[in-house]
C-alpha cells in the first residue's frame, strides 16, 4: 500500500519528474486524458485565460503571484470534475519588443532604417522565436498546470485574422475613423500612446507668470505656466465663465508676445479657477486638454513641436532648436521684455512614457480613434448590472470612473513591429492593447465557431494586476460584448502588488527586484508559492518577505514527515482511507469534526477568492490541530480505527493542499502512497 519515503524531502530531486509526468499524461488537456475527457459527470466547464506576458518578458513576483492565483482556481476545478481549461500565451509588445530588438541592433551599429522594414521584421521575428518563450517555460517552474497544446500568441495567423475582423467591425460600423487631433507622442519611441500608456513622475519645475498685453490697451493680463515654450503655439486665453474677475474680459483680444498674434479670450468650464491666476493659455495643438477647449471655441491650432521634438517654422526664430534650449530662450526674451511678473517653483506630475521613460510632447497628429461614447456605456452597464464582479470590490470605482470620464481611443501606432492598420495604403500598427482585448474569445478560435469558443467562452475568471484595470480589463469587457453579445468573464480578481520590503516598488534598476526563479532554486516551486500566498491577505499590498518562503519550506516539510510517519506507522497493513464507524474516541470525534470544518472553511474561502486566508486555515488545522495534537497523540495508538482515521485525514489534508502546494502533494499521494489514480485529478473533498 505503500513504499517508505526518503527521510528529508528535496525539491530538485521531485518538482521536474512530477511536472514531466503531469504534463506528457496529458492531464493538463481537458480532452486528451481518458480520465478527463470520458468522466460523465465532467458536463460543467471553467475556463481562464492567462493575462499574456509581454515576449520581451522574464517572470516577475507579480507574474509569480497572479500564476499561483490561477493555478490554484484550476486545479481546486479540475479535481471537483469540470472539464478545465487554462490558456496560456504571450503578447507582442509592439513598443517594447521593437525597442529591445533595436537596442540589440545598435550594439552592432545598425539601426532599424538601415534594415527597412521588412528585414527589421525578420530580425524581431528571430528574436521572438529564440527569446519570446522563456516567461511561459518559466511558469512550468512554479508548476503550473496550463494545456501548452493551446499556446497563443497575439500574432500567430489565427490570432492575426481576429484582429482584422475586429478592426474591420468598427470600421464598418463606424466606430473607427482617422482624424487630426492632439494626442500623446514619444520622441524617442517616434509614437503616438494613449493616456493609459503614459506613467508620471513628480518633477519640481517652475510656474512662470507671464504677462499679456490687451489689444489697443496699455493694459495686461498674466497668465501662469509651466511651459513657456508652448506660448508660441497659444490661439486663445480661457477662463471659467463663473470667475467674476474676468468675465468683463470674456471676447476680447490679446497680443500673443514674441508672436505679435492677436488671439481671443473666451469662456470655458474646464478651466480651474484655482490655478496660476485663473487665466489659461490655451495652445490645442500641445495639449489634450486645450485641443478640447479650441474645438468648443474654433480656435486655430498652431503646432509650434514636431515629431522630432525640435521647434518647427511656426515657432519663427525658435525654429529647430530642441524643446529645452526654446524654454530657455522664450524665458530669456520674455524677462529682457518685462513680460514675466513673477517665478514661481512648482512641483508638478510629468508624462513620461511608459517603455522608455522619455518626458512625452502632445503634438497635433493624424491617427486612428475609435469612438468611446457607445462602448464605454455598456462595459459600465455590466458591472453596474452585477453581471461581472470586482475582488475586492472597491475596483469598481477605478473601472467605472474611467469609463465615465472617457475619450476616444487612438489606436495607430508608428511603428514597425505589430498588427498593420487593414486599410489599403496604411503602413501604421495598431496599438498593443487593441489585439489584447480580444483575448479571451479569440484565443478559443473566433471569429470562426470552434467548439473551444462554444465549450469554454464566456470563461469565468480573470486574474490581474490593479494598474491594467483600464489598460486591459475594461476593453476586454466592451470587446467581448460588442464581438460575441456575451461578457468575457464573471469575475475579475485584482490580486495584490508585490513591494519591496521597505514598501518601494519593485525595480530591477533601482535594485529592489527579486527574481522568483532564485527563490524556487532556493526553496522548491512549492515553497515559493506558498510564500507568496501566505502573504496576499485581503487585498492589501504586499511587502515581500522572504521569511515566508522560508515557511512555506517547513510546511512542505512537516507535510513529508507526517507523511512518512502515517506510512511508517501502517506498515504493510491493509488499512483503508475511511472513518471507522465504531470504536471511535473523543479525540477520534474531535479531529473528525475539525476535518469535516476545514473542508467548508476552505471551499468557502477558495470560492470568495480568499487565498491567503485560506492557505493560513489550512496550515493552522494541518500543524496543530493534526500534528501537534492528533497524530502526536496517535504515537500511543495502535489500533486500526487510529491508522484509518490517520491516513483518511492525511488524503484530505494533501487533496487540500495540492492547488498550493502541488509537487509535494502529488509526490506524496502517487509516489508514496502509490494511488491508483494521480492527485491531480483526484476527487476535491466535499
Known sequence: MSKPPADQYSPKNVEEKIYRLWEESGYFAPDKHKAIADNPNSK???????????????????????????????????????????????????????????????????????????????????????????????????????????????????????????????????????????????????????????????????????????????????????????????????????????????????????????????????????????????????????????????????????????????????????????????????????????????????????????????????????????????AANEVKKGNIKFHPRRFEKTYLSWLENIKDWCISRQIWWGHKIPIEGENDVLDTWFSAALWPFATLGWPEKTNDLKNYYPTQVLSTARDIINLWVSRMIFSGLEFTKQKPFSDVIIHATILAKDGRRMSKSLGTGVDPIILINKYGGDATRFGLIWQAMGGQDIKFDENAMMAGKKFCNKLWNAGKFVMIKIGDENISAEIPQDNLTEADKIIIEKTENIVSELNKQIADYNFGQALHSLYDFFWHDFCDVYLEASKKQESAETKQILLYILKIVLKLAHPFTPFITEEIYSNQLLETEPLIIAKWPK
Not at 99 to 119: F, P
Open 44 to 378: 460543467k466547464t471553467f475556463c481562464i485565460t492567462i493575462p499574456p506576458p509581454n515576449v520581451t518578458g522574464n517572470l516577475h513576483m507579480g507574474h509569480a503571484l497572479n500564476c499561483t492565483i490561477q493555478d490554484i482556481l484550476i486545479r481546486q476545478k479540475r479535481m471537483q470534475g469540470y472539464k478545465t481549461l487554462w490558456i496560456p500565451g504571450t503578447d507582442h509588445a509592439g513598443i517594447a519588443t521593437q525597442n529591445v530588438v533595436e537596442k540589440d541592433l545598435k550594439k552592432q551599429n545598425i539601426s532599424r532604417h538601415d534594415l527597412g522594414r521588412e528585414k527589421f521584421l525578420d530580425k524581431v521575428w528571430e528574436w521572438k522565436k529564440k527569446y519570446g518563450d522563456i516567461i511561459l517555460n518559466q511558469y512550468k517552474q512554479l508548476g503550473a498546470s496550463l494545456d501548452w497544446s493551446r499556446t497563443r500568441f497575439t500574432m500567430d495567423n489565427d490570432y492575426a485574422k481576429a484582429v482584422e475582423t475586429a478592426f474591420l467591425h468598427y470600421h464598418k460600423k463606424g466606430l473607427i475613423y482617422q482624424g487630426e487631433r492632439t494626442i500623446n507622442w514619444c520622441v524617442r519611441c517616434a509614437t503616438s500612446l494613449s493616456d493609459l500608456e503614459l506613467e508620471y513622475e513628480e518633477e519640481t519645475g517652475n510656474l512662470w507668470f507671464i504677462k499679456y498685453p490687451l489689444k489697443d490697451s496699455k493694459e495686461f493680463i498674466t497668465v501662469a505656466t509651466t511651459r513657456p515654450e508652448t506660448m508660441l503655439g497659444d490661439s486663445g486665453i480661457a477662463v471659467n465663465p463663473k470667475d467674476t474677475r474676468y468675465k468683463d474680459l470674456i471676447d476680447k483680444f490679446v497680443v500673443l508676445p514674441l508672436v505679435n498674434r492677436d488671439i481671443p479670450i473666451v469662456a470655458d468650464r474646464m478651466i480651474e479657477m484655482e490655478f496660476g491666476t485663473g487665466l489659461v493659455k490655451v495652445t490645442p495643438a500641445h495639449d489634450l486638454t486645450d485641443f478640447e477647449i479650441g474645438q468648443r471655441n474654433n480656435l486655430a491650432n498652431y503646432m509650434v513641436i514636431g515629431a522630432n521634438g525640435r521647434m518647427t517654422e511656426l515657432a519663427g526664430k525658435y525654429k529647430d532648436m530642441k524643446v529645452q534650449e526654446a524654454r530657455n530662450a522664450v524665458v530669456k526674451d520674455l524677462t529682457e521684455l518685462g513680460l514675466i511678473e513673477k517665478i514661481e517653483p512648482n512641483a508638478h506630475r510629468v508624462a513620461k512614457c511608459y517603455r522608455c521613460a522619455r518626458t512625452i510632447e502632445p503634438i497635433l497628429s493624424k491617427q486612428w480613434f475609435v469612438k468611446m461614447n457607445k462602448l464605454a456605456k455598456i
